[in-house]
């Protein structure tokens, strides 16, 4: 195979699975892992691709990229509703308490489901999100508080020093949060510091904290990380982590719900 048929084949692995692993790309393609490098670089000085530990990702899947709330909505949506459904059993049945929704598009298919699965007298949701407490309200959820800051267009989220004061004085029974990237090293994160900020509240008020996190997110590092693994409870995904991060996930002592 000649280097130019090398290099669009790593670019359409690229579109179709956003990461390219070295040692993967060598096997492929029957080459040497130094050409798989070398090829990697050529194509990362042309724009297509930048080069991480052991690989490479898409050009625009650096550690401040972040889709906007539309993008996100079309993304893996029967995986969202799946681990939705599988987290919701964590506040158990005839549950009755207070729950914090973090913002984003699984925590929405969690709020989506929510009154479906409760008695919406019986649960008093939290949510800095805009997104999720217009919802909720549309749907005639009574019992719901909304926290107040300056709401971030990308992600319909309320942020800043007054929500993460807000949230300090709260003490929810379970937090439902989400993440842009999950790693075994780094722990869980997402591009923007003052949506980490809220999320590290969030962490710090609830008694519990159950993190949605889709297979996709794995092995991911966003620039802001908001929680180390033991500081999490739960995580629910729709496939099983493998290699390092599901070393560090039981050693961090984190249950894995597949749903």
């Known amino acids: 195979m000649y280097a130019t048929e090398r290099r669009q084949f790593i670019e359409r692995v690229l579109v179709d699975e956003q990461r390219v692993a070295v040692a993967d790309l060598a096997t492929r393609l029957g080459v040497t892992t130094e050409t798989v490098r070398r090829d990697l670089a050529t194509l990362e000085q042309a724009g297509a691709l930048r080069r991480v530990h052991g690989g490479a990702v ?17 993304r893996a949506g029967a995986a969202k509703h799946a681990i939705a459904a599988r987290a919701l059993d964590a506040l158990g049945r005839g549950f009755t308490g207070s729950v914090l929704l973090d913002a984003g598009t699984t925590t929405g298919a969690v709020a989506d489901q ?16 805009v997104v999720l407490a217009a919802g909720l309200t549309a749907a005639g959820f009574p019992a719901l508080t909304t926290i107040g800051g300056r709401v971030r267009g990308v992600t319909g989220a309320a942020v800043g020093a007054g929500t993460v004061a807000a949230i300090d004085a709260l003490r929810p029974d ?13 722990g869980a994160s997402t591009p923007d510091p003052e949506e980490a900020d809220v999320k590290r509240a969030i962490i ?20 802001q990380r ?33 749903a």
């Open 174 to 186: 379970v937090a439902f949060l989400g993440a842009n990237g999950l790693s075994a090293t780094f």
């Open 226 to 258: 908001f929680a180390r693994l033991d500081e999490l409870d739960v995580l629910v995904t729709d496939r099983a982590p493998g290699g390092a991060l599901a070393g560090a996930l039981r050693d961090a002592d984190v249950e894995v719900w597949i």
């Open 58 to 74: 898409a050009a625009d899947r650096g550690s401040v990229a972040e889709a906007d709330l539309r993008e996100r909505l079309n």
């Open 204 to 223: 710090r008020a609830a008694r519990r904290v159950v993190l949605l996190a889709d297979a996709s997110k794995f092995g991911e590092e966003s620039l």
């Open 114 to 129: 929510l009154p479906g699965r409760f008695a919406p007298a019986a649960v008093h949701v939290v949510t800095h999100s």
